[in-house]
């Protein structure tokens, strides 16, 4: 069963989705998996594929957007800030462990792309997260951003976010950038599979979704390094799905934080690219790992090892 729901956080409502298992009992508390979508993204972008298995799974779940995103407050609109949207995941804990259906000593979070990011680092200080699930996570904005732009165009794009900072000082209203366009011009996600996802997913079944976000969020995005902490996630369990081909979010960047983190922990290496993790064929990849290790860590089932694929 899903319901709409709204929760507050840092004074403005963030809306969600709230899935229960239909066979929960009167009285019965279950583990709640808190989750939510990527740099701009929305809850209608594919993460019911996730949360439905996590429900059957017999997991509470909750879906949200972040402020200033969706269906959620917040103005302006377009501002993606990482510690705000801490906040937000922080708060969605908060509001669902309250819930009578759910066990709020058994939390897990998920996070795909931005996201994971957040996964990352919100698992390395938040203990009542008792699993983690990292899909195709950026792991530090500075070095993204450099496999993203040419040296020229990197200098560029620090010089404009310093004019756009300056603009910001005097009162001036800060500048936007698209969050994809067409190859050749200026966007925060200058690959052609981040234009073709947003645009066609953004069309088909967001109508909400902006293809915008201020540059000020672009300056957050540059100091960004949420697997800084990896190691301190150790003694929660973390599982990161990482795609084989992913240009948007490098591969070799997403495997060599893996490598700090501590155990527990695994590494599932998909075949696909970034975005091939949302829907068929490769949701059967990332999909029953993270189901697996939710099964196992918060409902306390045995099952083999998630491999570790390299």
């Not at 708060?91 to 996201?115: H, Q, T």
């Not at 495997?255 to 501590?262: G, H, N, S």
Request: aromatic share 10%; with cysteine; proline share 7%.
């Amino acid at each position: 069963m899903r319901q709409d729901v709204t929760f507050p956080s840092e004074g403005l409502g963030c809306a969600g989705w709230l899935y229960v298992p239909d066979d929960l009992r009167s009285g019965e508390r279950r583990p709640v998996v808190v989750m939510a979508h990527g740099f701009s993204a929305l809850k209608e972008m594919h993460l019911a594929n996730f949360a439905e298995k996590f429900v059957e799974a017999g997991l509470v779940v909750l879906v949200f957007d972040y402020r200033f995103f969706g269906d959620s407050e917040g103005k302006p609109r377009g501002r993606l800030f990482p510690a705000e949207q801490h906040e937000d995941y922080k708060n969605a804990i908060s509001w669902v462990s309250l819930r009578p259906e759910v066990d709020p000593e058994r939390i897990g979070v998920w996070g795909s792309s931005y996201s994971g990011a957040h996964v990352l680092h919100l698992a390395a200080f938040d203990r009542r997260i008792k699993a983690a699930v990292s899909q195709v996570p950026l792991v530090d904005g500075w070095a993204n951003a450099q496999r993203l732009m040419r040296p020229d165009v990197f200098a560029g794009f620090q010089q404009a976010l310093a004019q756009d900072r300056l603009a910001r000082y005097r009162g001036e209203e800060g500048g936007k950038v698209p969050v994809v366009a067409p190859e050749g011009e200026p966007s925060a996600l200058p690959t052609p599979d981040s234009y073709e996802w947003f645009m066609k997913t953004g069309r088909s079944i967001a109508p909400n979704w902006r293809n915008e976000v201020s540059l000020e969020s672009m300056e957050k995005f540059l100091e960004y390094n949420p697997a800084a902490n990896i190691h301190r996630i150790s003694p929660t369990p973390l599982l990161m799905v990482v795609a084989g081909n992913d240009t948007l979010t490098p591969t070799d960047l997403a495997v060599t934080a893996y490598e700090r983190a501590l155990e527990p922990k695994a590494l599932v290496i998909t075949s696909g690219a970034h975005f091939d993790a949302y829907t068929e064929p490769g949701l059967s990849e990332t999909a029953p790992p993270a189901v697996e290790w939710f099964e196992r860590f918060l409902l306390g089932h045995r099952f083999a090892e998630v491999e570790t694929a390299r």
